[in-house]
């Protein structure tokens, strides 16, 4: 059964950084689309980051800058290093990945697995 695990949320003040993790098992996240994605309360699950299995990147205008998708093939771990935080970053942050090769990864539908999500807070 895959199992994708976050970690490396948290509380920072504006202007921090945090460095997100997502470990995977019984899954290989070289092979398909692996991907962050954020949600605030009251506001729909919104793509931040995706990377597919050639290594190509894709990220949300917001974050464009400030933040960058990469992944360890070695350690099956996926990160999402944040950057120069802004209050409006603050949300439930999930790791995903996908279950076919070949599919758009900016196409949230092509995403099969998620993680439980990790929090992060940015103050003002």
């Known amino acids: 059964q895959v199992q994708l695990v976050e970690s490396g949320g948290g509380s920072v003040q504006a202007g921090g950084s945090l460095r997100l993790s997502c470990t995977a098992s019984e899954y290989t996240i070289r092979t398909y689309c692996m991907g962050w994605f954020r949600q605030s309360p009251g506001k729909e699950r919104e793509g931040v980051a995706v990377i597919d299995s050639e290594g190509r990147t894709t990220y949300a205008d917001s974050v464009k800058g400030r933040i960058t998708i990469s992944r360890d093939n070695a350690k099956n771990t996926l990160y999402l290093q944040m950057n120069s935080l802004k209050p409006e970053d603050t949300a439930m942050y999930y790791c995903?990945?996908?279950?076919?090769?070949?599919?758009?990864?900016?196409?949230?539908?092509?995403?099969?697995?998620w993680g439980q999500g990790t929090q992060v807070a940015v103050s003002s």
């Open positions: 995903a990945a996908g279950h076919y090769g070949g599919v758009d990864c900016n196409t949230r539908a092509n995403f099969a697995y």
